[in-house]
């Protein structure tokens, strides 16, 4: 129905406003309509707090009886940190549910449309299906495959290079293009890089109020997003900004810890036949730590193996209108490709100026 798909993008874009907050929790928003009238709404804000459906019945007062409800993500069947919202909108006494996408949780994954079906609650689901997954590309990958959604990001130059022969890199890209890296950041769960990123720049990796848009941002702040360093053989200098934080997490391979010690929590892993961190198991690692969207901001060699390996979803690359040169450094480090037919493809999904530079976002074929 026409005014199905109408309310189900509304309760989409409201869910949105919890783009930065909810997290290890999913986007979820949620519109109550009686006799074609919005009587109540709300989406979930952060984790531990009331969820979409818990805010739009007390929205909507005593108008609850009979009502439909349009939510983005199956109702939860379970009681965690807040009630079932799956009973709750039984006792509220809501005729209908439209829903967008079952909730993968393997702790709902279904029970939520049984406990509202068992009821006599009439169920719609699978509308704007498309839409709500790509709310929750990170809760939807790592209840599905065991793994975080993982972005790469990446800026260059017009010919392709990301820093000068002798490693200076700030700033390729304009002030626009870096204030659009922090929504980036600010969503995800967690920001990865490499040891020489630290070495050569000793970047924060932090999110910064000021540069954000929206509502809610000092709660979106001050959520804890730890930043991973892979150091196979912990090479970090002691004064890096990294190491300061508690949050932070150094990742090295087993052994490399022997003698040393940081303010910062250690991780180690076995190492792969190379030595270095296997990015298979930190990915896997980083999903039971409950990390959804994942944001690489790493150097040519950290990020020519994520592609080379098949762990990227998703390329944000910012692209200046600037040459740095032949002996400049590329912007993938990748075995060497002697055919065409074993180029890596991509399909461009999104193309767009952000101030004088260009944002590419791109997702493997």
Known sequence: MADDAHFMARAIR???????????????????????????????????????EAIAI???????????????????????????????????????????????????AGKGYRILQDAGVELTSTLLESSARKLNPGHVKRYEAGLPYVRLKLAMSLDGKTALANGASQWITGSEARRDVQKLRARSSAIVTGVQTIIDDDPSLTVRAKELDGENIELAVSRKRPVYVLDSKLRVPANAKIVDSPD?????????????????????????????????????????????????????????????????????????????????????????????????????????FIGDDIRITAVPN
Not at 60 to 65: I, P
Not at 266 to 277: A, C, F, K, N, P
């Open 14 to 52: 409201l869910a949105e406003k919890g783009l930065y907050t909810t997290d290890p929790n999913p986007r979820v928003g949620c519109i109550l309509v009686k006799n074609d009238r919005v009587v109540g709404e709300g989406f979930h804000l952060t984790s531990g707090e009331g969820h979409a």
């Open 58 to 108: 007390a929205d909507a007062g005593g108008e609850v009886q009979g009502a439909t409800a349009y939510v983005t993500m199956e109702p939860c069947s379970f009681h965690g940190r807040t009630p079932s919202c799956a009973k709750a909108l039984v006792t509220a006494g809501v005729k209908r549910v439209v829903a967008a996408m079952m909730d993968p949780h393997d702790r709902n």
């Open 248 to 352: 932070n997490v150094l990742v090295s391979i087993a052994g490399a810890a022997a003698g040393k010690s940081f303010n910062c929590r250690l991780l180690e892993l076995e190492g792969d036949d190379t030595g270095r961190v296997p990015l298979s198991r930190f990915l896997k690692q980083l999903a039971s730590e409950d990390c959804n969207e994942v944001l690489f901001e790493c150097g040519p060699t950290l990020a020519g193996s994520l592609v080379e390996q098949g762990h990227c979803d998703e390329v944000v690359i910012y692209m200046a209108p600037k040459i740095m040169g032949s002996g400049a450094r590329s912007l993938l480090k990748v075995p060497e490709i002697d055919t065409m037919g074993d180029l890596f493809n991509v399909n461009i999904t999104d193309f767009r």
